[in-house]
């Protein structure tokens, strides 16, 4: 089949709106039907709400508001002509096999041959929504099921059924992994897939065993949450997130569904007092955020915000009580320390664990041939940070069968299968996967998909220092991958910077920067400055700046191409480093902006350099200087941060010709590749000059900061830290018929920066993020 | 002295800036239809006009170069018509009539087209590239003040609370719907169609505006003030013109009067509080007739904020009753530099329609200034 050019979603509501927007993300155009409402006005009405509602929806499903035009909105009486040109139509509708099927009739009658329609089902077998359509529809049909929110989540679970056509559904996994982003996991085709099958299982373990275990809501997030690789919510936390509500329904269909000796059963009851809580919830409007409250909830006394926590065995809110479980702790030291603890917290853990894990292993083959597959669809769907058999192997894959044992406890075949093994296993630079059959198979590296792990197994550095390290990753390519916490920039990561501008002395041609982690960098290290500052060593804090604009002025002007791969946050400091590279390739969830003022500093790596010049020298920005500038000065004196990789363009982060990577596992790839590219005829760029208005901009700049703090809109001291962004932008002391050069510039950032850094509230906001984590306004 | 006359007036619908019908019309395309619709309506033969005066107060981008004499062309004006932009940022259009009279009186030509124009949606008020002069802003500050804290002096200064300023703007809305309702405005209005964009109605204009519609809103200038988005002149787009002619011309030429200009007047004032300078220009401006505010019996004053109209009425004792009796630019808009046009205009309309003897148009103007027109019926 031939590429997917457009495509329908059929549904509206909450899933299918999603989805739409996140096609339309990918840029590919797309066709939004639902039905006709009784008495409706505008007869779609379903679909044009969905999309406003999109608009203003955060988390934004749109990546860009600009994306929502790709979005041809309809009903399905109308508009079923719409979808004669579309490759792929996706079902989104309600959960009812007669009512889909009927769907995929009329759908038979005008969608073209060979298109491809597949169902966003999470419960209904392939084979009851293929009954009776006949071979030629069965053989068109898949399902793609999605996570909620389909921008965000990146597990795509896709199921063949028996007469699906080779070639459609591979086109259909392509699309999902290059065009979506997504981790795409082949399932089987059995209940909950793999996502829903274990997470259903998971959720109603941990509620459960908490209530009958003893330990309060507070106790049970603070082990079934961060010590256990899960999002910090926790499971009554998370409840709250996606609606207590939605509990009973979904573990009612999949009762309905998994095999009557599923241990699924043996955990749903409804008469257990924990139910009727829930139960009693829901009937009274507490079904989480979106409600009165949940498991937690926020209120007012004495005219105080408070925190409480429900009493699973009152019922009654109290006051929130920090979790003090010494297992916690403990976890530390590693998932075994966890569940061997011997207090509450600890048998928790281990509750919870040893049936979540031994349920997965015995879901293998059933659910998948794969572990690796049910490892990525826990980590991508339910974003826990170990899939269930990493997390065996952290735990000794004999160690839990002889516990399991040792309870009299059935141990899983595959369990018993892995004894004396491990299910991942590294050899020789290659990576190995345990197979149902007890042998190893090797894990492939796709050319154009892979990660910096995968291009470091069984390697050693180039070069390496504590917080940043120069890979290897092949046809005379270097990697600069930062390590440091969080990836924050200090003066090894600098160190490692200027080695990385003369790789070309070792025989290396070009360079990419970036890494596996969440996030590309969140900055320079303040708490470096904090600590200089404190001791009035300014001279040092001035040679820290200086020495990073140099590097980054080193990195710009490396005789190689350098190509910047953002993913996650680039903030500060991070953003700097890619604003130096000659080309950006960045995920498209990246984060990107000159964040600075927040701690009352500005960019002085050349941030505030390099935003000036990319809206100068912005063609499709006319009208003289001052629109560019204002765009730059609104970006830095507001910390304007990107939220997502298109945004980062309109902001002129990211240039004409830089990149976007939907898919995480090709953003390396993808930037190894623009790198070689380049090599070929690659000149470093010419250094820069630009006119600037100079002290009439900067108070421009000033007038308007003054009134925003007139209206409330920014502080007395955000108007003081803004006055020396405006003069670093405006070209300090210069006129307009003069050229201001790169190193000017850079001079002016370096003054206005310790101008700054001497301040008392730059200090107090400093010190505010580092052990706050979020700005002051002062 | 040569007896000066406004002999038709004709403006475009007015619409918020951005989100209105107008925004994607050019400015100058706007106004050349205001123009053109003026000398059809007025029937003054082309060929006489002296000059195409246009009043703007940001002259650039699609209103910048000499935008009058491109509005001559694309108004289709015999080339002989000279054309002439003017600047006082939103007495513009007033100051365009004012610079007719006095050429008219010394006998340098004997009709003229005054109009204004203002997209607002389209140049930004302040400009694309404003460039303050840093020294005069270190030193006295008042010269680039913003006009929303002009109004939060004044309502300071005289004490006018933001329920009193309310009031004012619910009563312009109110009276603005009705006029709309009723058709009084039909007549001064242009239809402007540009491709597939047709206007003809105002649409700034929110019928059925409450107090409690206003009494919600935020401050819009300072945080701890009392001026808002709704006791404010919205954002505007529009263009206005007048026909402006010796007495004797329009005698000649069977035009229709509808007032003589009896005397006119500019001053200036402190510019954080320009509000208030209406009340130097209409001193200057009734003492130059032999008149007195009680002599009025229709009232113009245009209304830039509430709280500046309540001042200049406490400081003149102007009645709200006689003024802005179709409504005024709370309600109306203001596209800057086609205001001026639009209240004499409307003055000199209104003189007509309500068989009223004597008229004040008055405005204020950003960095301190006022102005205004008297006029007589003729």
Same mark, same amino acid.
């Given at each position: 089949?031939?590429?997917?050019?457009?495509?329908?979603?059929?549904?509206?509501?909450?899933?299918?709106?999603?989805?739409?927007?996140?096609?339309?993300?990918?840029?590919? /155009?797309?066709?939004?039907?639902?039905?006709?409402?009784?008495?409706?006005?505008?007869?779609?009405?379903?679909?044009?709400?969905?999309?406003?509602?999109?608009?203003?929806?955060?988390?934004?499903?749109?990546? $860009?508001?600009?994306?929502?035009?790709?979005?041809?909105?309809?009903?399905?009486?109308?508009?079923?002509?719409?979808?004669?040109?579309?490759?792929?139509?996706?079902?989104?509708?309600?959960?009812?096999?007669?009512?889909?099927?009927?769907?995929?009739?009329?759908?038979?009658?005008?969608?073209?041959?060979?298109?491809?329609?597949? @169902?966003?089902?999470?419960?209904?077998?392939?084979?009851?929504?293929?009954?009776?359509?006949?071979?030629?529809?069965?053989?068109?049909?898949?399902?793609?099921? !999605?996570?909620?929110?389909?921008?965000?989540?990146?597990?795509?679970?896709?199921?063949?059924?028996? $007469?699906?056509?080779?070639?459609?559904?591979?086109? %259909?996994?392509?699309?999902?992994?290059?065009?979506?982003?997504?981790?795409?996991?082949?399932?089987?085709?059995?209940p909950g897939f793999i996502g829903n099958r274990i997470g259903i299982f998971w959720s109603t373990v941990a509620t459960r065993s908490a209530y009958d275990l003893g330990l309060t809501v507070e106790e049970a997030d603070s082990i079934v949450g961060r010590p256990t690789g899960v999002p910090k919510t926790g499971i009554f936390g998370l409840g709250d997130l996606t609606g207590i509500d939605l509990g009973p329904h979904v573990i009612a269909s999949m009762i309905d569904l998994v095999p009557a000796n599923d241990p699924l059963r043996d955990f749903v009851d409804a008469e257990h007092p924990l139910t009727r809580l829930t139960q009693k919830m829901i009937a009274d409007g507490y079904t989480g955020r979106k409600g009165k409250g949940g498991f937690y909830r926020r209120t007012k006394i004495d005219g105080q915000t408070v925190k409480q926590a429900i009493d699973l065995k009152t019922g009654e809110y109290r006051a929130e009580q920090r979790s003090t479980l010494?297992?916690?702790?403990?976890?530390?030291?590693?998932?075994?320390?966890?569940?061997?603890? /011997?207090?509450?917290?600890?048998?928790?853990?281990?509750?919870?664990?040893?049936?979540?894990?031994?349920?997965?292993?015995?879901?293998?083959?059933?659910?998948?041939?794969?572990?690796?597959?049910?490892?990525?669809? &826990?980590?991508?769907?339910?974003?826990?940070?170990?899939?269930?058999?990493? &997390?065996?192997? &952290?735990?000794?894959?004999?160690?839990?069968?002889?516990?399991?044992?040792?309870?009299?406890?059935?141990?899983?075949?595959?369990?018993?299968?892995?004894?004396?093994k491990t299910f991942y296993r590294q050899e020789g630079g290659k990576a190995y996967i345990l197979t149902t059959s007890g042998d190893y198979a090797e894990i492939p590296v796709a050319q154009d998909a892979w990660t910096l792990a995968d291009k470091k197994r069984g390697k050693e550095p180039v070069k390496s220092n504590a917080s940043a390290s120069l890979w290897d990753v092949g046809d005379g390519v270097a990697c600069l991958e930062f390590h440091s916490k969080m990836n924050s920039l200090d003066e090894n990561s600098i160190a490692m910077i200027v080695a990385a501008a003369k790789i070309d002395k070792l025989g290396f041609k070009a360079l990419i920067i970036g890494s596996d982690a969440d996030n590309f960098s969140v900055g320079a290290n303040v708490g470096v400055a904090l600590f200089g500052a404190n001791a009035a060593m300014w001279p040092v804090i001035e040679n820290g700046v200086a020495s990073g604009q140099k590097a980054m002025q080193g990195l710009k002007n490396a005789p !190689?191409?350098?190509?910047?791969?953002?993913?996650?946050?680039?903030?500060?400091?991070?953003?700097?480093?890619?604003?130096?590279?000659?080309?950006?390739?960045? $995920?498209?969830?990246?984060? &990107?902006?000159?964040v600075e003022v927040g701690v009352g500093l500005l960019p002085g790596w050349g941030g505030c350099k390099e935003l000036t010049i990319r809206n100068i020298a912005n063609k499709r920005r006319p009208q003289g200087p001052m629109p560019a500038l204002s765009a730059a000065f609104e970006a830095i004196s507001t910390a304007k941060v990107a939220t997502s990789a298109q945004e980062a363009r309109d902001m002129q982060i990211l240039r004409e010709g830089d990149g976007i990577s939907m898919n995480r596992n090709r953003v390396l790839a993808d930037a190894k590749k623009k790198a070689l590219s380049m090599v070929e005829g690659y000149a470093k760029p010419e250094p820069i000059e630009v006119n600037l208005p100079g002290p009439t901009a900067a108070t421009a700049f000033q007038m308007a900061v003054e009134g925003f703090a007139q209206q409330g809109k920014a502080t007395p001291y955000d108007v003081e830290v803004a006055a020396q962004v405006g003069r670093v932008l405006s070209g300090g002391d210069t006129d307009i018929t003069e050229v201001v050069t790169e190193k000017q510039l850079l001079a002016l950032e370096l003054e206005g920066f310790m101008h700054l850094i001497r301040q008392e509230k730059t200090l107090q906001r400093i010190e505010h993020m580092l052990t706050k984590g979020r700005p002051l306004r002062n | 002295m040569t007896n000066v006359v406004i002999a038709g007036y004709q403006r475009s619908p007015f619409t918020f800036a951005y989100k209105g019908a107008l925004a994607k019309v050019r400015p100058d395309e706007m106004t050349a239809q205001v123009v053109k619709a003026l000398v059809a309506k007025t029937g003054v033969e082309a060929a006489d006009l002296e000059d195409l005066i246009v009043g703007c107060a940001f002259p650039e981008g699609e209103q910048g170069l000499n935008v009058a004499r491109l509005i001559a062309f694309l108004a289709e004006l015999p080339q002989t018509i000279a054309g002439t932009t003017v600047n006082r940022f939103c007495g513009s259009s007033m100051t365009s009539i004012h610079m007719a009279a006095g050429a008219i009186a010394m006998g340098a030509g004997r009709a003229f087209i005054c109009a204004g124009i203002e997209s607002m949606s389209r140049v930004p008020m302040a400009g694309f590239n404003p460039a303050p002069h840093p020294g005069l802003y270190q030193r006295y500050p008042e010269a680039y003040v913003g006009m929303g804290i002009t109004a939060e002096n004044l309502a300071k200064k005289y004490d006018i609370s933001r329920a009193d300023q309310e009031a004012v703007a619910v009563e312009s809305h109110a009276r603005a719907a009705k006029a709309?309702?009723?058709?009084?405005?039909?007549?001064?209005?242009?239809?402007?169609?540009?491709?597939?964009?047709?206007?003809?109605?105002?649409?700034?204009?929110?019928?059925?505006?409450?107090?409690?519609?206003?009494?919600?809103?935020?401050?819009?200038?300072?945080?701890?003030?009392?001026?808002?988005?709704? +006791? @404010?002149?919205?954002? +505007?787009?529009?263009?206005?013109?007048?026909l402006v002619c010796s007495e004797e011309y329009a005698d000649a030429?069977? %035009?229709?009067?509808?007032?003589?200009?009896?005397?006119?007047?500019?001053?200036?004032?402190?510019?954080?509080?320009?509000?208030?300078?209406?009340? /130097?220009?209409?001193?200057?401006?009734?003492?130059?007739?032999?008149?007195?505010?009680?002599?009025?019996?229709?009232?113009? %004053?245009?209304?830039? !904020?509430?709280?500046?109209?309540?001042?200049?009425?406490?400081?003149?004792?102007?009645?709200?009753?006689? +003024?802005?009796?179709?409504?005024?630019?709370?309600?109306?808009?203001? /596209?800057?530099?086609?205001?001026?046009?639009?209240?004499?205009?409307?003055?000199?309309?209104?003189?007509?329609?309500?068989?009223?003897?004597?008229?004040?148009?008055?405005?204020?103007?950003?960095?301190?200034?006022?102005?205004?027109?008297?006029?007589?019926?003729?």
């Open positions: 089949m031939a590429e997917i050019r457009k495509v329908a979603v059929i549904g509206a509501g909450v899933m299918g709106a999603g989805i739409a927007a996140h096609i339309a993300n990918a840029g590919v /155009p797309v066709v939004l039907l639902d039905i006709v409402p009784k008495g409706a006005n505008d007869r779609s009405t379903i679909a044009n709400g969905a999309v406003a509602r999109m608009l203003k929806t955060n988390p934004a499903p749109f990546m $860009h508001k600009r994306n929502a035009r790709l979005i041809e909105t309809g009903n399905l009486e109308d508009d079923l002509g719409a979808l004669s040109d579309c490759d792929w139509i996706c079902e989104a509708i309600i959960e009812n096999p007669q009512i889909k099927r009927d769907l995929y009739a009329r759908l038979n009658e005008v969608r073209k041959p060979g298109s491809v329609v597949t @169902s966003n089902t999470s419960t209904i077998p392939l084979n009851v929504l293929t009954d009776g359509l006949g071979d030629a529809f069965a053989g068109d049909f898949a399902i793609t099921h !999605f996570f909620n929110p389909p921008r965000y989540m990146r597990l795509l679970e896709v199921v063949k059924g028996a $007469h699906t056509r080779d070639d459609a559904f591979d086109a %259909l996994k392509r699309f999902g992994d290059e065009k979506l982003g997504k981790e795409v996991v082949d399932c089987k085709d059995t010494e297992s916690a702790r403990a976890a530390r030291k590693g998932l075994r320390a966890l569940v061997e603890h /011997p207090d509450k917290g600890g048998q928790y853990a281990w509750t919870v664990l040893s049936h979540v894990l031994s349920y997965s292993a015995d879901l293998v083959p059933e659910i998948s041939d794969d572990i690796r597959g049910v490892d990525l669809a &826990m980590k991508t769907g339910y974003a826990w940070k170990w899939g269930p058999f990493e &997390m065996i192997d &952290m735990l000794g894959a004999d160690w839990l069968a002889d516990k399991l044992a040792a309870e009299g406890r059935p141990v899983p075949a595959l369990l018993e299968a892995a004894r004396g !190689f191409p350098v190509v910047a791969a953002p993913a996650g946050m680039a903030l500060g400091g991070g953003c700097e480093v890619c604003l130096h590279s000659d080309a950006i390739q960045a $995920h498209a969830e990246s984060y &990107m902006g000159l | 709309q309702a009723e058709g009084k405005l039909s007549d001064e209005i242009v239809p402007i169609v540009d491709g597939n964009i047709r206007v003809e109605q105002d649409g700034c204009i929110r019928p059925g505006t409450t107090g409690d519609d206003l009494s919600g809103l935020k401050p819009a200038f300072d945080q701890a003030g009392s001026v808002t988005a709704g +006791t @404010s002149s919205p954002l +505007t787009d529009g263009a206005s013109a007048v030429h069977g %035009l229709e009067k509808l007032a003589r200009i009896r005397s006119v007047a500019v001053a200036g004032c402190a510019p954080e509080i320009m509000g208030i300078g209406p009340v /130097p220009a209409t001193e200057k401006a009734l003492k130059r007739a032999g008149l007195t505010v009680a002599d009025l019996d229709i009232i113009e %004053l245009n209304e830039a !904020f509430s709280a500046q109209a309540l001042a200049v009425m406490k400081e003149t004792g102007i009645t709200f009753d006689n +003024t802005n009796i179709d409504g005024g630019a709370l309600a109306l808009g203001h /596209p800057l530099g086609a205001t001026g046009a639009r209240i004499t205009g409307k003055a000199a309309a209104l003189l007509k329609r309500e068989g009223k003897g004597l008229a004040l148009a008055t405005q204020c103007i950003g960095g301190g200034q006022g102005i205004a027109t008297v006029l007589e019926a003729c």
